[in-house]
């Protein structure tokens, strides 16, 4: 038996007659004679017989007709089901975003998506990378944009990316009088430089144990926010190594200039979710809003042709 049979056999039963079924389900009456005979082939018994120039139900199709009704009692419960999750879920998305790009990716590509009418409600969280991860695993986040070295365990990878760190140097600081490359060797050990939670994060930034440890050497200020260290680069006057999204920012206001460094220590960039499964219309928009806008930015753009 199927859908159609069903459905056919109880309007049958609702109208008590293959004219008034066949003329409400907008079909021929040998249509749905022919349904209701298929039916009655595949449970083995008479559903209708002759009374006059109608049909009456036989005992077996009304018991048999009960569980029909109950059937279809639950499919419209499962109809009502279907509409309250759309409901609750449709509409909304949350986001766990690195500090770097709530000042920059984040806000233009939400401005972009408000100016093509988006009425979604954006919830956006600020959180470090194994924060935004974990959230995303245990399904706290639609969304999270990372800033390590790929795999994050749990979660599912819509898009990865990397650039290079390079030396923000405040305007005055006798390394900002050139602007060709910075080897990172010629001055650990010398000259100050800002350092990430007591250490510099090798993992995310590929820089050799040794090099790191000269710079912690004679290193006053550690700093475990990208956007924090840039900002005390122009009010303490101590270089420091940034994402160049970071660093982009702070050389928009003034006081500080960016170099370019000989070693390539390696910004990762991730854009996670739960899994694909479970992305709704409004995530999987925001996702790619934010995709085409990594992709297009100067920075990745160039880094990707070097």
């Known amino acids: 038996m199927n859908f159609r049979q069903l459905k056919t056999f109880d309007t049958v039963m609702r109208l008590g007659s293959i004219t008034g079924a066949a003329k409400e389900m907008r079909v021929s009456q040998p249509s749905v004679t022919r349904l209701i005979h298929e039916l009655e082939s595949g449970l083995g018994f008479t559903l209708f017989v002759r009374s006059g120039r109608g049909i009456a139900a ?57 100016s093509h009418r988006d009425d979604t409600h954006t919830t956006v969280y600020i959180r470090n990378t194994p924060a935004i991860v974990d959230s995303v695993r245990l399904h706290q986040f639609d969304l999270g944009i990372v800033s390590r070295s790929p795999p994050y365990e749990g979660v599912h990878s819509l898009y990865q990316t990397k650039v290079d760190y390079v030396a923000l140097i405040p305007e005055g600081h006798a390394l900002a009088s050139s602007g060709a490359v910075l080897d990172l060797e010629d001055v650990a050990g010398i000259e100050e430089f800002i350092t990430f939670g007591n250490v510099y994060p090798l993992e995310m930034q590929g820089m050799d144990e040794t090099l790191a440890a000269r710079f912690q050497e004679n290193a006053r200020y550690s ?31 003034d006081g500080v200039v960016v170099r370019p460094i000989q070693q390539r220590l390696t910004y990762h960039i991730g ?18 809003a934010m995709i085409e ?14």
């Open 223 to 253: 700093v475990a926010n990208m956007l924090a260290a840039a900002m005390l680069v122009r009010t303490a006057g101590v270089p420091a190594l940034v994402d160049p999204f970071s660093a982009r920012m702070s050389a928009g206001a």
């Open 293 to 306: 806008a990594l992709e297009s930015d100067p920075i990745i753009r160039d880094s990707n042709n070097v």
């Open 58 to 114: 036989t005992l077996e199709a009304r018991r048999f007709h009960q569980a029909v009704e109950s059937a279809f009692l639950n499919i419209e419960r499962l109809d009502d089901l279907a509409a309250a999750i759309r409901d609750a879920a449709v509409g909304k998305v949350s986001v766990g975003v690195i500090p770097t790009f709530t000042m920059s990716l984040l806000p233009d590509v939400l401005g972009q998506l408000r």
């Open 271 to 288: 854009i996670i979710t739960r899994g694909l499964e479970v992305m709704t219309r409004e995530t999987r928009q925001l996702a790619d």
